[in-house]
């Protein structure tokens, strides 16, 4: 492909389109051209796992599973047992925009209804197959006043219009719900409300057909979970006035891949906490349905007061990409360049002197992109030559590729705009040297959103960390895991050691904490991986 | 546990999984030594398998498998007469029995009402309503004099009235000092009548030829188009009324300052013990007001102080009764005997578990002072989803957990499945429960149906 840059174009459309869309369209091809030689001689890693033996492990359905489902349950502790970790590990809030439940739990930890129950289906086919979980809707009648509302006792667009502060329903509102199969009946456990109720006999989890015959079931009923609809403080009345329904949405399945890669030079850091600056994904499908201090302290529980909000709300990760343009590290994130020369002197920089060069670094993430920065310095280009510029391009085709140009000191510096690039899980950052220059440093910063709840993390006392790896070779490439910690007293913890191979554990003890509840994960502030550029 | 249950070609299962497997088709009968249908299997063994097939059928619905819900006892119809048709299509509602059991009346738009004895085939129509007039209430006294409101719309504007007509003759008798009556209540004697406009609730001595105002509206909100107040109850001289859109009810006294009773439902007045039962409103366990638990109001007291029949406390782990369950907007059960001695109610007993998946809704019947449980004397399966209450009856419509419409007696305390065909509203119908005969305003005609026990 020839990549001669052409005339200046706009700021932020510095890639030819019928370029961009070809380096897209082959980008996976040439991630795994250019990551097999890499893997096999350098010193990146990849399919990274790590987990401890005190908290569960949501690398995968089966490891949640694993962590959840103990020998000689029962059909409906099984069942509970998946609903309450959809439950706490997803609140309520509008909106990823992803169904995809891997994703679900492990970068957002918040939805709405339809994407909750999914979650539910998902996990739930993991124990009971996939005939054993089924979605569904329902709809309520639409009630025009509260006190019709209360003489009714039913309604759940009012309830909702009272529950959520400025909301404007977009429709007619409803609710979206699963029931899970299992011992020959249906059963109707709700983890978007946190809602279940006994049937009259008190034997099993009833289902929704068994609420809509029996609504005593819910206005007295014999036996709830705990806690029942925390949320709604006991307003339940359309899960008895439900009309319509459907199969659901069948087998549910992900794609989504939760194993980590570091590189020379890149450091990975996934705190438990949210950084400042609001790094967050804004819901694109609902951005207008709220109002906007309804979003602006980002998704967080709201409804359980401020102690729970205090550690239920989103957080952030880190992806530092600092490579020591003195050594060759570099190289081994590169998917693509041109005329880029190898001949072991420090920069990047042209190998044949009067024609420009381009690097092509790529990025992927389990996590998503939810801001970014760019801070590069070039060796100035001669006079009459375009200025060198970075421009990162995201994999959406409706987003637009970024660039941000050198100035006359030679320094490319900016933010990337991650809600304009559709929020991504992956990019490709494009170096272009105009003839002449040369980048001397390279600092590429992204910043991901996580639910820090679903991270591997360390209990007070003695724990064990396991770590696995699939590609590379983790004590050759230097890398270390860092975990940091505050004890009580404001005391800091902190744990760094070299990877030892690609498969190993080893012991980590916490003193104790001044964080409560137990499911209050504060006290630990990140996990951190890195691989130094140092060869 | 019983097998399942064929019903509109369907097989219902008794729990909760909605089984869409249809019953096979019974193989056709071979002639001895020949081969079924299919050609290669003898006839036994392709019964053999069609017997494992249901069977395997039976497994599959699992437990949720369980005997027939009440009631099961069904009603089948004899005959349909009509009284009245539409000539120009629509219009015929609430068809009303009269107490002595020897009229039949309903409305039709036009403000006319008509009249039917049962024992004649002729029907009264009283047409001197104003042109352009519609029929708003229809209210039979214990003397069988039925009073009407009456809406018209004139020049000036809306205008309406209580008329009253005295059967046979076929003239509304328009009341005095009635302007704009949207509701109207007899007095037990028939001597007076209470009703309510837009802005205030009145009374009218009907010897006296005296109107009165109890009570004027309350502040709040109501339903669009509503009257002050909704429901109008005598007890004796007082009047009971439910501000329009709550379930607040007030008693007044024609001189005397109003009494707030609190939230209720389903007023059933004592006069001749100057006692007033009446179902409690109240927020259950998830904060969902519904009937719960029957009250009696000492009306020689005062304030009259309410004391407890029918246990409604939720909190204290005893056992306590929903009358009725949730839905507001009828009429309830509450029922007292004419000797005053028992009450009937329709309800749910909570605070133990069941035998079924549900809880068991029946007729209870209690001492009208509380001195004993209620016990029940008829039972009718899972709640109704609708539930409509007559003055000695209730139909109750159900389409889970087992699919039914229910005609329940409160006099005689019998309930029965009714035929899938009768499909009349019950706020159009009123039924004879001693002669299972129905009348139904249906629009388009007036009938008499005829129903039978079946065997």
């Not at chain 1, 389109?17 to 091809?29: F, G, K, S």
């Not at chain 1, 020998?71 to 502790?77: D, F, L, Q, S």
Request: glycine share 10%; with cysteine.
């Amino acid at each position: 492909m020839r990549n001669q840059p052409t005339a200046r174009r706009a700021h932020t459309g510095g890639t030819p389109l019928l370029r961009t869309v070809v380096l897209r369209a082959l980008l996976p091809l040439l991630l795994l051209a250019a990551a097999a030689p890499a893997l096999a001689a350098g010193r990146t890693v990849g399919g990274i796992h790590i987990r401890t033996d005190r908290s569960i492990d949501f690398f995968s359905r089966e490891t949640i599973l694993a962590g959840i489902i103990e020998p000689g349950m029962t059909n409906e502790e099984k069942a509970i047992a998946c609903y309450e970790l959809v439950r706490t590990h997803i609140y309520h809030f509008p909106r990823p925009d992803e169904s995809d439940p891997k994703r679900v739990l492990n970068v957002y930890g918040y939805a709405l209804c339809g994407t909750i129950q999914r979650t539910l289906v998902w996990l739930a086919q993991g124990v009971f197959g996939p005939d054993g979980a089924q979605g569904a809707g329902m709809r309520s009648r639409p009630i025009e006043n509260p006190e019709t509302f209360r003489i009714a006792a039913g309604g759940w667009l009012n309830d909702s219009m009272y529950r959520l502060d400025g909301a404007r329903p977009p429709a007619r509102m409803g609710h979206t719900w699963c029931q899970l199969y299992y011992d020959g009946r249906y059963h109707y456990l709700d983890a978007h409300a946190g809602f279940f109720v006994y049937t009259a006999d008190g034997k099993h989890i009833a289902s929704i057909a068994e609420i809509s015959g029996d609504p005593t079931l819910v206005t007295d009923p014999v036996r709830t979970s705990d806690p029942f609809m925390p949320c709604d403080q006991g307003r339940p009345e359309f899960f008895y006035r439900a009309t319509g329904g459907n199969r659901g949405p069948g087998v549910q399945e992900t794609q989504h891949s939760m194993a980590l890669r570091v590189r020379p030079g890149e450091t990975l850091i996934f705190h438990f906490d949210k950084l400042p600056g609001r790094h967050f994904k804004r819901s694109r499908s609902w951005r207008n349905q709220w109002a906007p201090d309804y979003y602006e302290e980002g998704p967080h529980l709201r409804s359980q007061g401020p102690e729970v909000k205090s550690y239920r709300h989103y957080g952030n990760g880190e992806i530092i990409f600092e490579p020591d343009l003195t050594r060759q590290g570099f190289r081994e994130s590169l998917v693509q360049s041109e005329n880029l020369a190898d001949d072991g002197l420090p920069g990047l920089r042209p190998k044949a002197p009067g024609q420009p060069a381009y690097a092509l670094f790529a990025f992927e993430t389990p996590y998503v992109m939810v801001a970014g920065s760019v801070d590069a310095t070039f060796a100035a280009a001669g006079a009459g030559q375009a200025a060198p510029r970075v421009t990162f391009i995201p994999p959406d085709r409706r987003a637009r590729p970024q660039t941000i140009e050198a100035g006359a000191d030679g320094v490319a510096s900016g933010t990337l705009n991650m809600d304009d690039a559709r929020y991504p899980f992956s990019g490709q950052v494009r170096i272009d040297l105009p003839a002449g220059s040369s980048l001397t440093r390279l600092r590429i910063h992204f910043v991901t959103q996580l639910n820090f709840h679903t991270l591997p993390r360390p209990l007070p006392g003695q724990n064990t960390v396991f770590f696995n790896s699939t590609e590379g070779d983790p004590a050759h490439a230097k890398l270390q895991i860092e975990w940091v910690w505050t004890e009580a007293g404001g005391r800091e913890g902190h744990d760094t050691r070299p990877a030892a191979g690609n498969e190993f554990e080893y012991q980590l003890t916490l003193g104790e904490v001044d964080t409560t509840p137990a499911d209050n994960p504060k006290y630990m502030r990140w996990l951190k991986l890195s691989i130094p550029d140092d060869r | 546990m019983s097998s399942p249950r064929r019903r509109r070609g369907r097989l219902l299962s008794q729990g909760t999984r909605p089984c869409r497997l249809t019953l096979p088709r019974r193989p056709a009968p071979a002639a001895p030594g020949r081969r079924s249908m299919s050609g290669n299997e003898p006839r036994s063994r392709t019964l053999l398998l069609y017997a494992v097939f249901v069977a395997v059928l039976a497994g599959l619905a699992g437990p949720g498998v369980a005997a027939p819900v009440n009631p099961t006892a069904r009603l089948r119809i004899v005959e349909t007469r009509t009284l009245w048709q539409s000539p120009e299509g629509g219009g015929a509602q609430r068809a009303r029995f009269s107490p002595d059991g020897r009229w039949l009346a309903w409305y039709v738009s036009g403000g006319q009402v008509g009249l039917a004895a049962l024992d004649n085939p002729d029907v009264i129509t009283a047409t001197n309503a104003p042109n352009g007039s519609s029929i708003t209430d229809l209210v039979w006294s214990r003397q069988s004099q039925l009073g009407v409101c009456i809406r018209t719309e004139t020049d000036a504007g809306v205008v309406r009235q209580v008329a009253i007509l005295h059967p046979p003759a076929p003239r509304l008798v328009l009341v005095e000092d009635t302007a704009g009556a949207y509701n109207v209540a007899w007095r037990q004697d028939g001597r007076a009548i209470a009703f309510s406009t837009k802005t205030a609730l009145f009374h009218r001595d009907l010897e006296g030829e005296v109107t009165v105002k109890l009570l004027d509206e309350q502040a709040g909100w109501r339903p669009r188009g509503a009257p002050a107040y909704e429901d109008l109850v005598f007890v004796g001289d007082r009047v009971a009324a439910r501000a329009a859109g709550t379930m607040h009810w007030w008693l007044i006294q024609p001189g005397t300052p109003p009494v707030a009773l609190g939230e209720l439902r389903g007023l059933c007045p004592d006069p001749e013990r100057d006692r007033l039962f009446a179902v409690s409103w109240q927020a259950g366990p998830v904060h969902i007001p519904r009937g719960a638990g029957i009250v009696s109001f000492d009306l020689a007291a005062n304030p009259p102080e309410p004391s407890i029949i029918v246990p409604f406390d939720h909190s204290d782990g005893k056992i306590y009764w929903l009358p009725d369950i949730w839905d507001a907007t009828y009429p309830t059960t509450l029922r007292l005997s004419p000797d005053g001695r028992t009450l009937s109610f329709c309800g749910v007993k909570v605070g133990e578990l069941s035998p079924n998946t549900w809880r068991e809704f029946c007729i209870w019947q209690v001492p009208s002072d509380g001195s004993q449980e209620p016990v029940p004397v008829e039972q009718t399966g899972n709640i109704f989803k609708r539930f409509d209450v007559g003055e000695t009856h209730f139909i109750g419509w159900r389409y889970r957990i087992d699919s039914a419409i229910v005609l329940g007696d409160l006099t005689r305390h019998r309930a029965w499945r009714l035929p899938d065909e009768f499909d009349v509203q019950r706020a159009n119908t009123d039924v004879l429960t001693d002669r299972l005969l129905v009348g139904a305003a249906r629009g388009n005609d007036v009938v008499l149906i005829q129903l039978e026990e079946a065997n």
